[in-house]
């Protein structure tokens, strides 16, 4: 369960960052990196949390599942 409740949170932080690179889109107008920089903090998150659920599956605590006919 706390697993599945850190996979949220930091899909949420990933969400976050994505909505303050936009507003810093808008509101600075392309005149700083701090768009960029949000941006890059959601990459990092993303493999972050890429390498974490290979983690969990490594150690068993998820597993994969698919879609049955």
Excluded: N, Y
């Excluded at 996979?7 to 949420?12: M, Y």
């Excluded at 969400?15 to 600075?28: E, H, P, Q, R, T």
């Excluded at 974490?52 to 049955?68: E, T």
């Amino acid at each position: 369960m706390l697993s599945k409740v850190l996979i949220i949170v930091i899909f949420l932080g990933i969400i976050g960052s994505m909505g303050s690179a936009l507003f810093f889109l808008i509101k600075d107008k392309g005149q700083s990196d701090r768009t960029l920089k949000a941006l890059t903090v959601r990459i990092g998150v993303s493999i972050a949390l890429f390498a974490l659920l290979f983690v969990l599956w490594g150690l068993g605590l998820i597993s994969p599942h698919g879609v049955r006919p």
